[in-house]
């Protein structure tokens, strides 16, 4: 049985493409259970359509990995897919918290709900038996359609208790020379980097408002040290890995096992190859001591999740679960490591105003990041934000891709919050941090300013226009 598993193309506003490190488990864990002939087709990298991909190579069964924002166009691949005659699955955040809307589409057959991994080699089985009602009735976490079309959702499946038991990301599928480095807006963009993501634990305990976790879970649950140390000397020795990206919700949730890892980098030479943060660290789980061992194991820049710079936002609307003392230490302690630092803030939470949002470009201006990442508070399926705003506010999204997080303009509409305050505070919070004269000067030395010079004007004028 032929399976190509599929992510859809994601069109980001800047240069940046990095691995699906989702599909690579899936594919790792077909492979595992006996499948060989399987092949990964990310869209954002590809050179050929996939009809073109599907009519040089047919195959049996198509798996798509998919955020809310990307739903639509993976049903524009699930159709084409059918179209070629292969069963369809769809899989990741939107199909696991809507799977009835998901499944709607008449080229989709099935849904995975959850961590996929499991689940799939199953469906695969299934469909090489015949797939008769019982089999499929049996997969837990499973959505699927009948004969005659009715939809049946299997009771679900728990969160894979030992993380250990999951076989490793079939990392040689990525056409890994089609991907950049993993932060080119601070560093410059390199076509030729051979950048890999690694994930060391699953799910965050956090219960930020904004946040959804449907695949990984509120449960924290970490790989041993060990068991990552070998993913990563493989990435660094077999691999020849020129950057190491961790994916993690919350990978220093336990400080004892962050600062072992880091010794354990050290320990073992792993350290030339640098690494980056790629989500945002919590800042209340940091010390000065945890940042110097990541300097010393390789570490080129770690991200802050700050969201807001007012206190009761921060607290009672964002639920962070952190004070901005935290963050400023953790800034402090970052800094004074030699780290690159990454600031991610968000804008047009319900209940702010001109003076909230002032307060967080304020902050941003203060702890002056390498990056600042501003963003428009989006609702998505599943957080406690989407419940708020449907309850109390209006949404405006008229498809889920206008959900996108880099979105310039509001997903909603809530009392006493004047949406176009939140775009005007959002333009204005890029030009009062990227238009001083350091910002303009760094930006003016990068080789990807001028490699991407079309690009980065369109962004100039989407991000700092009023």
């Not at 590809?46 to 990307?70: H, K, M, N, Q, Y």
């Not at 469909?127 to 019982?134: C, F, R, S, T, W």
């Not at 206008?402 to 333009?427: C, N, R």
Request: charged residues 25%.
């Amino acid at each position: 049985m032929k399976i190509l598993l599929i992510s859809p193309e994601a069109r980001l506003w800047n240069s940046r493409t990095h691995i699906h490190n989702g599909l690579g488990y899936l594919a790792g864990a077909l492979r595992a259970a006996g499948y060989h002939a399987l092949d990964i087709f990310d869209g954002a990298v590809e050179a050929e359509t996939l009809a073109e991909r599907l009519t040089r190579d047919p195959v049996d069964v198509v798996g798509i990995s998919t955020p809310t924002p990307l739903i639509e166009a993976a049903w524009e691949y699930a159709r084409v897919a059918k179209s070629f005659g292969a069963v369809t699955i769809l899989g990741g955040p939107h199909p696991t918290l809507l799977p009835d809307e998901s499944l709607q589409p008449t080229q989709i057959d099935m849904v995975v709900r959850g961590e996929g991994e499991a689940a799939l080699v199953q469906v695969v089985r299934a469909l090489e038996q015949g797939a008769p009602k019982n089999n499929l009735a049996q997969i837990l976490g499973l959505s699927w359609k009948d004969a005659q079309g009715k939809i049946h959702h299997n009771v679900a499946r728990p969160l894979e208790s030992d993380l250990e038991a999951i076989p490793l990301p079939a990392y040689d599928l990525f056409k890994i020379e089609r991907y950049t480095n993993l932060q080119p807006l601070t560093d410059g963009l390199d076509p030729n980097a051979r950048a890999y993501t690694i994930l060391t634990s699953r799910g965050c305990p956090y219960k930020c408002t904004y946040c959804s976790k449907p695949i990984t879970g509120d449960t924290w649950r970490a790989r041993s040290v060990e068991s990552v140390l070998q993913e990563w000397e493989m990435l660094v020795r077999e691999l020849r890995a020129t950057e190491i990206g961790i994916t993690d919700d919350i990978w220093n949730l336990n400080l004892k096992r962050a600062k072992a890892l880091c010794r354990g980098l050290i320990d073992r030479g792993l350290n030339t190859v640098p690494w980056v943060t790629i989500h945002g660290m919590k800042v209340n789980h940091t010390d000065a001591e945890l940042f110097c061992l990541m300097k010393q194991a390789g570490c080129r820049r770690v991200g802050f999740g700050v969201e807001s710079g007012d206190p009761e936002i921060l607290k009672n609307v964002v639920k962070k679960a952190q004070t901005l003392t935290q963050v400023r230490d953790a800034f402090k302690h970052a800094r004074a490591a030699g780290l690159q630092t990454m600031g991610f803030f968000i804008y047009g939470m319900p209940g702010e105003d001109a003076a909230t949002m002032d307060k967080t470009t304020d902050l941003a201006l203060d702890l002056d990041p390498d990056l600042a990442h501003f963003m428009i508070a989006a609702p998505y399926p599943g957080t406690a934000l989407w419940e708020t705003v449907k309850r109390d506010g209006k949404l405006y999204a008229r498809t889920w891709s206008d959900l996108a997080i880099q979105s310039d303009h509001t997903h909603f509409e809530y009392p006493g919050m004047d949406p176009k305050l939140v775009e005007q505070k959002w333009h204005e919070a890029y030009r009062r941090f990227y238009f001083r004269p350091k910002r303009l000067w760094r930006k003016a030395t990068q080789l990807d300013t001028w490699t991407h010079f079309p690009e980065r004007v369109k962004d100039a004028f989407r991000f700092f226009k009023a």
